[in-house]
């Protein structure tokens, strides 16, 4: 009778592990094949002596929202800081802005996993694009000496290479980044060497006009599909805008995926945002801050830039603010 109750106990139990895999399997997500977003308002204002908050990446650490950004003061100067961690993005405006020692411009922060370091690649630094290291990433002038993150150069562009992002699968580490200039530029190194020099070369992978593909490339891993994503901020005849491209391979081709104005990845078209008219460089939210940049396709949040619709003026001094998307099924 033991025997019995025992095999009937374990097919119960193998009956509730089918139940809890399909309840799984379930809740697994394609991208959809249009967006609909709602916004949040401004999310913070700059503190004291900065005009401008911009240019967000941001992870989830030890349980709470970490955040970089750009900032711009009264004058002429590009700086950056980081927020003190907080656990609702209400709590945003309430963290502590704390400014860096040093212009970590457009930064991108991840946790390198093969080697349990923290990473924060930026722009403007001694090299087109330079990284430093951390074992802190909430110490916002805890890092460790620039070192060269990609030391070549590119042509046909008026700003030189910008606003890079890092990602990596299991073999290869990918750098993308732009140049305002309608292209979209890839280098790769083996995964075991990073974190180090992409080096001098770069291959041009997406090319159109320079209002098409501006800037502030993002490339993500999506999350249960064999998917990688990529966002590329444009111009459009009604502010800034997010296109879409997916691959499946970092290395291969891209193929548009929403990648019109009017039905873009994120821009006024969809956003529902009534305080803006750009949504323009941020990140996605990222509950996995390593290497992969992996995204969860069930809950996208986009943290994007926005500025006051009767805003105009020199671009340094446009009254960007962080706000967030969250994608409507």
Not at 297 to 320: E, F, K, V
């Amino acid at each position: 009778m033991r025997v019995m109750r025992t095999a009937a106990g374990l097919v119960m139990t193998g009956i509730i592990l089918l139940e809890s895999a399909a309840v799984v399997v379930a809740q697994t997500c394609s991208l959809p094949s249009a967006y609909r977003w709602t916004s949040t308002g401004p999310l913070a204002t700059p503190k004291s002596g900065w005009v401008s908050l911009k240019d967000f990446t941001n992870v989830v650490y030890n349980g709470k929202h970490l955040v970089y950004a750009t900032t711009h003061n009264t004058g002429s100067g590009w700086g950056s800081t980081n927020f003190a961690p907080f656990s609702d993005w209400s709590e945003m405006g309430s963290a502590s802005q704390n400014a860096m020692n040093v212009a970590a411009v457009a930064p991108t922060l991840f946790y390198f996993a093969p080697k349990s370091i923290w990473v924060l690649a930026y722009q403007w630094g001694p090299t087109s694009f330079t990284y430093r290291k951390s074992s802190d990433p909430t110490d916002a002038n805890g890092w460790s000496a620039a070192q060269p993150l990609f030391s070549g150069k590119i042509s046909g562009s008026s700003t030189g290479c910008i606003d890079q992002t890092v990602i990596g699968d299991n073999t290869t580490m990918y750098l993308f980044f732009a140049g305002d200039n309608g292209k979209i530029y890839r280098a790769s190194m083996p995964v075991e060497k990073f974190p180090s020099d992409f080096g001098t070369t770069s291959t041009v992978i997406l090319s159109d006009t320079t209002n098409n593909l501006f800037e502030a490339v993002q490339v993500y891993t999506v999350e249960g599909q064999n998917q990688y994503l990529m966002i590329v901020e444009a111009i459009g005849g009604s502010g800034r805008y997010f296109r879409s491209f997916t691959a499946t391979s970092l290395g291969g081709s891209w193929t548009p995926q929403a990648a019109s104005e009017s039905k873009p990845f994120a821009g006024k078209a969809n956003s529902n945002a009534t305080w803006t008219n750009d949504v323009s460089h941020g990140d996605l939210v990222r509950t996995n801050p390593d290497q992969t940049m992996t995204i969860d396709p069930c809950n996208l949040q986009l943290l994007y830039q926005g500025r006051a619709t009767n805003s105009d003026g020199d671009y340094g001094l446009l009254p960007y603010r962080p706000a967030l998307l969250t994608l409507q099924r």
